[in-house]
């Protein structure tokens, strides 16, 4: 079982829908939890990140994080053609005084105009 | 405030060549972190560095290495180059270690022929 399992879509949706990304987890020791945007032939963007359980919003976009699920999700309303990108879950752990990212393979958006 | 600049960004070597990446950090970020992505397998962490020591090493072979230096650029090295290591990589940068939320650059794609 991977530490990350994230539903590599491709997800298609019209312009205006709410879109809603999941990302399931197994280890306890995750501390923070964030969202990466990638489009194309770039870096991933972080978009948000949290560290406990419950909602985080920021405009358009709400984090959503269930430690006792090990469940974590992002929702993004009125959802626009830019939002078009690969869409990746992370979660930070520290091993030994350094941390690393986890990231889930990552969900591919496409909003239709 | 420039961003986390990776070069070069493209690059073509042929098999049991070795190659070497650059990665120059946002300025003041003293924590640097390299990942390979791939379609089939996600991003994977490779390792990181914070103030020129190796912090952590993730699951690669001994052909993939790193150094810091006391700017805190960072480079990374791929000896006795295979197929298989055909990935965009990326490095990522921070404040310091604990805080979550880590800065990419744009990668470099490296093809391997």
């Known amino acids: 079982q991977k530490e990350v399992e994230q539903d590599p879509g491709p997800l298609s949706v019209p312009e205006g829908a709410i879109v809603s990304l999941n990302c399931t987890y197994s280890?306890?020791?995750?501390?923070?939890f964030m969202w990466y945007r990638q489009y194309s032939r770039k870096g991933p963007e972080l978009l948000m990140y949290?560290?406990?359980?419950g909602n985080k919003e920021d405009g358009r976009f709400t984090a959503q994080v269930d430690k006792s699920s090990k469940y974590i999700s992002l929702f993004i309303r009125d959802s626009q053609p830019s939002d078009s990108a690969t869409y990746l879950c992370?979660?930070?752990?520290?091993?030994?005084?350094?941390?690393?990212?986890?990231f889930g393979k990552g969900t591919k958006l496409t909003v239709n105009p | 405030k420039a961003g986390v600049t990776q070069t070069p960004r493209y690059l073509i070597k042929t098999r049991g060549q070795q190659v070497t990446l650059s990665c120059s950090p946002i300025?003041?970020?003293?924590?640097v972190s390299w990942y390979q992505q791939t379609p089939g397998q996600g991003l994977q962490f490779l390792f990181e560095?914070?103030?020129?020591?190796?912090?952590n090493k993730g699951n690669f072979p001994g052909r993939f290495s790193g150094r810091q230096f006391s700017n805190s650029r960072s480079e990374m090295n791929v000896s006795t180059l295979e197929l298989g290591d055909s990935a965009l990589y990326l490095c990522?940068?921070?404040?310091?270690?604990?805080?979550?939320?880590?800065?990419f650059g744009s990668g470099t794609r490296l093809t391997v022929v």
């Open positions: 990522a940068s921070s404040f310091r270690q604990g805080l979550g939320g880590y800065t």
């Open positions: 280890n306890s020791a995750f501390q923070y």
């Open positions: 949290t560290y406990s359980s």
């Open positions: 992370a979660m930070s752990i520290t091993q030994g005084g350094s941390e690393k990212l986890v």
């Open positions: 300025s003041g970020h003293r924590s």
């Open positions: 560095y914070f103030s020129e020591t190796q912090r």
